[in-house]
Structure formats: C-alpha cells, structure tokens
C-alpha cells in the first residue's frame, strides 16, 4: 500500500500561481503512476494530470498550457506546477497513486484550491 499526503492549497487571485505537493510513503514508488483529480462542488471528480513512473504526462484540455505535472522517485513526491489560475479552477485537488500491476488506486485527503479576488 501506499499513503498520500497533500499540500499547497489556498487562496488565490485569478491569474496566479500555486505549487501542490504529494508525499508518498508505505510501498515501492517507482510500482506507481500518479496523478492529480480535483472535485468542485456538486461536480464529479475529474482528472487533471497524470505521470507515470517513467515520466510521460497525460493533461486535461483545461489546464494544457498552465499546470505542470512532476515527479520526484527519489524523494516519493508529485507535485503539479498551477500558472494562470482561473476561478473555474476552484476545487479540491487529490493526488492519485495507481499500482502498474494490479490497478489499484490510492488517493490522498485532499487539498483546496480557491480562485478568487
């Protein structure tokens, strides 16, 4: 198994930055993909990016252009880079770890993320 531990969220004017980080302990972080979710309310979670263990990125439409997904092996982090927020991103973020074999999901507390002015 593995544990996820998120962090970064806030408050933010529109057109601001944020950087999430994901701490990962319990288990082998290389056996994971990872990846970043977020739920606003009423909404269905959706996802936002992804990163596998060799570093290939996946985006949402949303975002392409302004967030940047990353990892850290060594340090069993992920963290995702927001530039050019936009109130529509107002959500709670979720990091994600997959297990490469046999799929399972982990998913962390949660972190909130607020555009607003």
């Known amino acids: 198994q593995v544990q996820l531990v998120e962090s970064g969220g806030g408050l933010v004017q529109p057109g601001g930055s944020l950087r999430l980080s994901c701490a990962a302990s319990?288990?082998?972080?290389?056996?994971?993909?990872t990846g970043w979710y977020r739920q606003a309310p009423g909404k269905e979670r959706e996802l936002v990016a992804t990163?596998?263990?060799?570093?290939?990125?996946n985006y949402a439409d949303s975002v392409k252009g302004r967030f940047t997904i990353s990892r850290d092996n060594a340090k069993k982090a992920v963290y995702l880079q927001m530039n050019s927020l936009k109130p529509e991103d107002t959500a709670v973020y979720y990091c994600?770890?997959?297990?490469?074999?046999?799929?399972?999901?982990?998913w962390g507390q949660g972190t909130q993320v607020t555009v607003s002015s």
């Open positions: 319990g288990s082998i972080f290389w056996f994971y993909a």
């Open positions: 990163i596998t263990n060799g570093g290939s990125t």
């Open positions: 994600n770890a997959k297990h490469i074999a046999s799929l399972t999901d982990y």
